[in-house]
């Protein structure tokens, strides 16, 4: 079982990018392949509760880890809704321009659901921005129609926090299915960051766009993915099911399949040693 990461063991930052104030985590060798991990949604979400546990281990096998807050989550920017358009294209256009002003040199992206329908995004609309894909338990693919009744209950459950600390368990139990972290701390930070001032808000606006499709790309679009691809899914997984992943593996030509036993969404979490190990393993068999 591995510790609980302390937020002083990482590099901590904000950068202007593209007029919206971005917080970001960074662990790694300066000069280590640069990976840029992109977090899901759900109430209270940011880049912190998906990624402090994957981020030392990928950083400990030389990689440059970089976990962005998207726009309305964790400690970025939450401008107004009635200025801004919290649409999955806003965080294809944040992740590529953050990407511009850290002055990376075509990171990869790791996107976790909501977070890998915005960097598939990023492949498609801006493949010459990074080297390869990984998606864990990544949203684009299919619809919530198209999903069974557990995983659309399941969904509601995350786009609908009555504020107490009992539902957000439940948010965790969703995305979860392994008890070897502390669950509690990740309730307390989840709950802690909608503390924040127009993040209610700007997580409302967030999951009204996002549960009406917005997500979601057409198969002539997926198929069109020319970025050497990694998915990763949990065999069970309450929001993606494995047929998610399959539907994209079957999509785009260079792309690798894996699903793991014993894991859920939180694919980073639920396995992450395993999961570090497969993306380790996909470097290092790329051509």
Not at 5 to 22: A, L
Not at 77 to 94: G, H, L, V, W
Not at 247 to 264: A, Q
Request: with cysteine; charged share 25%; hydrophobic share 40%.
């Amino acid at each position: 079982m591995m510790s609980e990461p302390s937020q002083d063991e990482f590099e901590e930052g904000f950068i202007q990018v593209n007029g919206v104030e971005t917080h970001y985590w960074e662990r790694g060798p300066e000069d280590g392949r640069p990976l840029v991990m992109v977090h899901g949604g759900g109430s209270g979400a940011d880049s912190w509760g998906n990624w402090k546990y994957a981020m030392p281990l990928l950083a400990e096998a030389g990689y440059r880890t970089l976990a962005m807050d998207m726009v309305g989550f964790g400690q970025s920017a939450t401008p107004d809704p009635d200025e801004f358009d919290y649409t999955n294209q806003a965080r294809i256009d944040q992740v590529i321009d953050f990407v511009e002003a850290m002055d990376l040199d075509r990171p990869s992206l790791i996107g976790n659901s909501m977070g890998g329908s915005a960097s598939m995004g990023v492949a498609m609309q801006s493949p010459e921005t990074i080297d390869k894909l990984i998606l864990v338990g990544g949203a684009g693919y299919l619809t919530l129609d198209e999903r069974p009744q557990s995983c659309r209950d399941a969904v509601d459950i995350l786009s609908s926090f009555d504020g107490s600390r009992e539902a957000m368990f439940d948010i965790v139990d969703v995305l979860s299915v392994t008890d070897w972290f502390d669950r509690a701390a990740m309730v307390d930070h989840r709950l802690s960051n909608l503390e924040r001032p127009g993040i209610e808000a700007a997580f409302s606006e967030t999951m009204r766009i996002a549960t009406s499709g917005d997500m979601y790309y057409d198969d002539e679009e997926i198929a069109a993915v020319d970025v050497e691809t990694l998915i990763i899914n949990g065999r069970d997984d309450r929001v993606i099911p494995p047929e998610g992943a399959f539907g994209m593996f079957d999509l785009i030509d260079d792309s690798t399949v894996h699903v793991l036993r014993n894991c859920g969404h939180w694919v980073m979490v639920d396995q992450v040693e395993w999961a570090a190990s497969l993306i380790d393993g996909f470097f290092d068999n790329s051509y």
